[in-house]
């Protein structure tokens, strides 16, 4: 895997993927490897690397980010009744990245 895939590979069209949301800031699609039954991926279109590299400049970027988020949470949550939201730092961060898992199921 590349150190960012999310730049490398689905930002720049070379991996194409199935789109669940976008906004000018943020893509939200079904991930190209999923891990569960349902398995959404949220990405800022910006490189950021991580959860923690975060600045205060930032701030609107990830309530925006958020907001996608949650939307894709509320539509996971009516149709399978449970849904979980994660990320990921250090060596559990395969791309470095800032991204967000929304997921529903059993791993596969």
């Not at 906004?23 to 569960?36: K, M």
């Not at 279109?45 to 959860?51: A, E």
């Not at 996608?68 to 539509?75: D, N, T, Y």
Request: glycine share 6%; with cysteine.
């Amino acid at each position: 895997m590349t150190e960012d895939f999310y730049c490398d590979e689905v930002l720049s069209g070379r991996t194409p993927v199935r789109i669940v949301r976008e906004t000018d800031n943020v893509l939200a699609y079904h991930h190209t490897r999923p891990f569960w039954p349902v398995h959404i991926v949220v990405i800022p279109k910006r490189h950021i690397s991580s959860l923690i590299t975060l600045e205060e400049a930032d701030g609107p970027l990830l309530l925006e980010m958020l907001g996608v988020v949650r939307e894709v949470a509320q539509e996971i949550l009516a149709e399978h009744g449970a849904c979980r939201v994660l990320t990921n730092l250090g060596r559990y961060q395969d791309s470095k990245h800032l991204h967000w898992h929304v997921s529903s199921g059993d791993s596969l």
